[in-house]
């Protein structure tokens, strides 16, 4: 018998009562469980199988796949359900967990990541495109794909009225040394724009929310970091078109 702590990324349903968990644990990585019998009327197991919930899973380890004995709910985020909006971005950081989680071996940060990004689009108190784009840069952060922030990748310099971002290279570069180079992929950048994704990027976890963004930023700040996400990360995810579609503004 194991004890894991862990997030419901995806369930799958198979037969009439059994589902397939997909849970990202602090100690194992992204493991998947069979849930038996949890789709029946007043199954106990039947909330914590449950995509969102963030529980204790007591688990029986059957050598390629764990199975759920019990579990003891910690937090669930099923509110975010009811908010179709939100509901589509907690879709898409999902998405993007289980992407980042099945290529490398994933690390408590990553689960933090998604719980504080869960628990502020919850509680409502900030931005939906605010906690996509810190989602998104944070998330390629923690993995390792870290953008180059320190300032120009040639001369150094550290700010600028106008900075480029290669989002390819992943890497800055001042307008003078940028010079005449291919424009595509690559994001102009003011100081402000700058510093936002410099804080995501490099900020402590524990101060990572507090980010105040003025509102008129936002929407190219979410630019910005969707670009860079899908480039890096090479992929395209259809929970972001959904997000797309049912935006408000
Ligand atoms: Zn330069």
Redesign the pocket.
């Known amino acids: 018998m194991t004890t894991l702590k862990g997030l419901v990324l995806r369930e799958r349903s198979f037969g009439d009562n059994d589902k397939f968990l997909d849970i990202l644990t602090d100690e194992a990585g992204l493991i998947e469980v069979t849930a038996k019998g949890v789709k029946k009327q007043n199954a106990k197991n039947a909330a914590v199988a449950q995509t969102f919930c963030y529980a204790n899973y007591c688990l029986s380890d059957s050598g390629k796949r764990y199975i759920l004995n019990s579990a003891e709910p910690i937090r669930t985020f099923f509110s975010v359900s009811t908010d179709i909006e939100k509901f589509a971005l907690a879709s898409y950081f999902s998405e993007m967990t289980l992407y980042v989680a099945t290529q490398e071996r994933t690390n408590q940060e990553v689960l933090r990541l998604i719980l504080n990004s869960l628990h502020f689009l919850a509680a409502g108190n900030r931005e939906n495109l605010l906690l996509k784009a810190i989602f998104e840069m944070r998330l390629l952060s923690e993995i390792g794909m870290v953008p180059n922030l320190l300032?120009?990748?040639?001369?150094?310099?550290y700010s600028?009225t106008q900075m480029l971002f290669d989002l390819r290279g992943g890497r800055?570069?001042?307008?003078?040394?940028?010079g005449n180079r291919d424009l595509h992929g690559v994001e102009m950048l003011t100081e402000r724009l700058l510093h936002y994704i410099r804080f995501i990027a490099l900020t402590d976890m524990q101060k990572l929310f507090n980010l105040s963004v003025s509102k008129e930023y936002l929407p190219h700040l979410s630019r910005i970091t969707e670009s860079y996400a899908e480039i890096q990360l090479g992929r395209h995810f259809q929970t972001l078109d959904f997000y797309k579609t049912v935006r408000n503004g």
């Open positions: 300032g120009c990748c040639e001369c150094l310099k600028d800055l570069y001042c307008e003078n040394c940028f």
